[in-house]
């Protein structure tokens, strides 16, 4: 790989937040699968997405701990998105036989297709044009709809890992910005039944992690309001989370949290955004485990930054949306959102400091992974 | 004064857009360039198995924005060859030039980055673009493509902004969008009914692609494995991979160029690795210099005959010449255009011949294939006929009659065992067969006779060839005599013609 293509990925911080979260809940999420109903649901392996992508160091963290196992050293279970073609080559040098799309995950996401419902020609969008002529734009579309159109047919995915450089919300879009809207499509996808071979598995849940930076700062009023909302709405149904708001922040009141304390509303809001979206699509987080929040704090030119690491595990909800009246949402359901939103605000995120990381052991594993990454390469 | 002859620059317009008839003769291409570069890895990846981008990267010198420049700016087909005063690496004979070849992805995308970090000089990274319909705009006399004399097939542009010292020296190709024509086929082949993921241990892609009739079968994606795997300038997967130790020197030869080629990870060596059949093989070594019209033509190699089994898959039959350790187009299943029919012993037939000097005037511009009334062709031609019609075809023919003659021999046997095996079980005592002596002419047909002693049973047959009838026959009739006279032994006709039908269609169960 070209050196610095990824500049993190070296970043003791950031390694100990794959070592210490990210793996044990891969870790557990294997376990789970190994609870299966059938034998063939046992025995099947683990399936990941991961974007952005870049050096796969995830991935291959998870071959070194036999979490994903690659077949014939392909990772034929492990999909990814990257921002460009350069970044897909890359990766995929690390981690040959991976499904890689280049390009822009969000517009590839939410592109129009008439035929989403009814997938069954995956490669009709690749089948010659016949009104339109062989020029790039032409091509360009082509290959847009046939990018969007395979990733559908890799869902579901055990582990989604949303490992962003930048931020969840983009001011230049209306809330809740282009990434929710994606993540929404993804959690849709979810539902779909895995294929492998001939056997079909129905996704009971799944493990989740995102990782964003806290801002923008001057995220604009309209999303800081939708924010807002969930928090006042929380607070307005459990008279027991306004002293544990004020206890944690100092605050009691969302509108001045917002203004005042932006990367604590920041933290306390974010991971309820993503819950909400998550039981549009049917999903809700899991309660006993509920949300863990790891924070690094990085410098740059112009001072300083944090980037926020959200880890979850996500179930199904049950009965699931097919085979339930419409209505409310079921009281268990919202004891478990209750639950899952108390202890956010009991919680407090780990702050991952050089003091608190074991770095020769961060360094030991960051050996291993590489010397992993040099026997895919051919350099052993 | 004659009139000069000219060529249009519309010519190359052509050419940048339609030369190489397969993905793996542009690729191999660009291989070529980074041997010449004196790379040591080349890593191709596909995008495997979605397919919409490629990339080529190699380790090698790199070329100078300058460079670039050149070549984008009508160097393409005009670019000098590199300074026999500077010696690749690891003695390696250097290939060609750096010019259209570059072009060539051009067959599977329009637009692509390429990325040069070289070891002394400026580097760049540019994004080319190649005009959408350029055979129409040239046609047309496009005033957009071609001005003057001069055909503009696309732009290019530097990205100033890449930071190139987070690259490694060398070169980057990767293309932008892909044409879906291109994904679709190489996606489409991952569903074929003998599609097998390759494996990134080549020795066992082999004992795949060994198993199947052709690579049709097994799709595009394998297709483009195989096809660079035997064009590129790449060892064998062991020194042993022919018989009779044929490639040794060759592969130390080639081990020692230290160049190596992966597509996505697997490390590809020379698809053919002939070992283990029954009936042994016929080879021949060659090794042959000459002059052809006051030029140097050396050449040398091996055909190896895989005696009695058809060589799998189809495109390993037939001989591949190779110029500079490159291979120039496929296996020839024609041999060269070989004139007397060796009916199914063609598909036994795989050889390769490298040429050290020479025939280079003698390839099409598409470096895929031959001119083949080139003088220099002709001469390889005509040895390789030879060595075909005068060594190796007859020694062909003899292991043939060798095998015919061990087969029928051991053919003979089994129905013998077998004759007697049916007799003991009608008579229930040990049988003993054996021929009776020659008759004098004029005593008429022999006949077969039993005699039964107190511990065996014993059938004196007649000679088989003294049995008048065809060849093939006679063992048969032999038998038949043989069971006539067990059944005789009944005591009526009707148990005879009982015991007869039984005993012959017992036999025949194993005839």
Redesign the interface.
């Known amino acids: 790989m070209?050196?610095?293509?990824f500049k993190y990925e070296d970043c003791p911080l950031k390694h100990h937040i794959r070592k210490e979260a990210w793996l044990p809940l891969c870790k557990n999420r294997k376990r789970l699968l190994r609870q299966g109903r059938t034998k063939a649901a046992r025995d099947r392996r683990l399936h990941y997405f991961t974007f952005c992508a870049v050096g796969a160091i995830d991935v291959l963290m998870l071959d070194v701990e036999k979490v994903i196992r690659p077949?014939?050293?392909?990772f034929?279970t492990v999909c990814f998105f990257d921002v460009n073609?350069?970044y897909?080559?890359e990766t995929?040098?690390s981690i040959?036989?991976a499904?890689?799309?280049?390009g822009d995950f969000v517009e590839i996401v939410c592109a129009d297709d008439p035929e989403e419902g009814n997938l069954i020609d995956d490669?009709a969008?690749?089948?010659?044009a016949t009104d339109a002529?062989?020029?790039?734009a032409t091509?360009?579309q082509?290959?847009c709809l046939?990018?969007r159109r395979?990733f559908i047919l890799q869902f579901p995915f055990d582990v989604i890992n949303f490992d962003l450089e930048g931020f969840l919300f983009q001011p230049n879009t209306p809330p809740p910005g282009r990434l929710m809207r994606a993540f929404r499509k993804v959690f849709e996808w979810q539902r779909r039944p895995l294929r492998i071979g001939t056997s079909q598995f129905t996704l009971d849940g799944f493990s989740l992690m995102l990782t964003t930076q806290i801002g923008p700062p001057n995220l604009p009023q309209d999303y800081r309001d939708e924010l807002r909302r969930y928090l006042e709405e929380n607070l307005d149904n459990d008279a027991e989370l306004r002293p544990l708001l004020l206890n944690r922040t100092g605050v009691d009141n969302p509108t001045t949290l917002s203004a005042n304390y932006f990367e604590d509303f920041f933290r306390l809001s974010t991971p309820k955004a993503l819950a909400n979206v998550l039981m549009a699509e049917d999903w809700y987080v899991d309660p006993d485990t509920g949300i863990s929040l790891y924070e690094i704090e990085r410098a740059w030119e112009g001072g300083k930054y944090r980037m926020l690491h959200l880890l979850m595990d996500i179930k199904r909800q049950n009965p699931d949306r097919d085979h339930r009246f419409a209505g409310p949402p079921p009281v268990n359901l919202l004891d478990a959102y209750r639950t899952v939103v108390r202890a956010i605000f009991e919680r407090r995120e780990t702050a991952v400091t050089d003091a608190l990381i074991d770095r020769p052991a961060i360094d030991s594993h960051l050996n291993l992974i590489r010397a992993r990454r040099a026997k895919?390469?051919?350099e052993n | 004064m004659p009139n000069k002859i000219k060529v249009h620059e519309k010519a190359l317009g052509h050419l940048s857009r339609g030369l190489y008839r397969s993905p793996a003769s542009a690729l191999r291409e660009l291989v070529s360039n980074a041997w010449d570069g004196n790379a040591t890895v080349v890593r191709i990846n596909t995008n495997y198995p979605s397919f919409f981008q490629i990339s080529v990267e190699d380790n090698g010198d790199g070329f100078t924005r300058e460079t670039f420049s050149n070549l984008m700016e009508g160097g393409i087909g005009n670019s000098p060859k590199r300074p026999a005063s500077a010696p690749l690496l690891n003695d390696r004979p250097l290939i060609g030039r750096i010019g259209i070849g570059l072009l060539g992805i051009a067959q599977v995308c329009g637009t692509f980055t390429i990325t040069s970090k070289p070891k002394k000089g400026e580097g760049f990274r540019a994004r080319v673009n190649l005009y959408d319909l350029l055979k129409n705009s040239l046609d047309e006399n496009d005033k957009n493509v071609v001005v003057g004399e001069v055909v503009e097939i696309g732009e290019y542009e530097f990205d100033d902004e890449y930071d190139l010292t987070k690259r490694p020296t060398g070169t980057l190709i990767l293309t932008d969008t892909v044409h879906p024509t291109f994904t679709r086929a190489f996606q489409e082949s991952l569903k074929f009914e003998k599609y097998e993921e390759p494996p990134r241990d080549w020795k066992k892609a082999l004992q795949i692609l060994s198993k199947i009739h052709s690579l049709q079968e097994v799709g595009d994606y394998w297709r483009l494995l195989w096809e660079l795997a035997a064009s590129c300038p790449i060892p064998y997967v062991a020194r042993n991979a022919l018989p009779d130790a044929l490639i040794r020197e060759d592969q130390e030869r080639l081990e020692g160029y230290k160049f190596r080629v992966y597509v996505d990870g697997i490390q590809l060596f020379k698809p053919v690795y002939l070992r283990g059949n029954q009936s042994g093989y016929t080879w021949r070594k060659i090794s042959q210099q000459s002059k052809v019209y006051g030029k140097e033509l050396a050449f040398h190699g091996y055909i190896v005959v895989q005696e009695g089994a058809q060589l799998h898959p189809d495109e390993l039959r037939g001989i591949l010449i190779r110029v500079k350790n490159v291979g120039i187009g496929y296996y020839d299943p024609s041999m060269l255009d070989y004139r007397f029919n060796e009916g199914p012993r063609a598909k036994w037939l795989t050889g390769e011949i490298f040429v050290a000097d020479g025939l280079e005037d003698a390839l099409n511009i598409d470096r895929d294939s031959f001119n083949r009334f080139h003088p220099e062709y002709r001469t390889i031609q005509t040895y390789i006929h030879k060595i075909l019609q005068g060594e190796i075809f007859p020694d062909v023919w003899k292991q043939i009659d060798v095998r015919s003659e061990a087969k029928a021999k051991k053919r003979n046997s089994e129905r013998q065992h077998n004759l007697k095996t049916v007799i003991k079980e009608a008579v229930s005592t040990p049988v003993k067969l054996r021929y009776k002596p020659e008759a004098d002419k004029g005593e008429g047909p022999q006949q077969a006779e039993t005699k039964e002693t107190r511990d065996r049973f014993e059938i004196a047959l007649p000679k088989t060839d003294t049995l008048d009838t065809k060849k093939s026959n006679r063992q048969l009739a032999n038998a038949i005599l043989a069971i006539f006279e067990v059944a005789l032994r009944e005591k009526t006709d009707e148990n005879r013609r009982k015991k007869f039908t039984a005993l012959l269609l017992k036999f025949l169960e194993k005839w």
């Open positions: 070209a050196e610095g293509l077949s014939n050293d392909r034929d073609e350069e897909v080559n995929q040098k040959p036989g499904i890689g799309f280049p490669l969008a690749l089948t010659s002529q062989d020029t790039l091509r360009k082509q290959a046939a990018k395979q895919y390469l051919g």
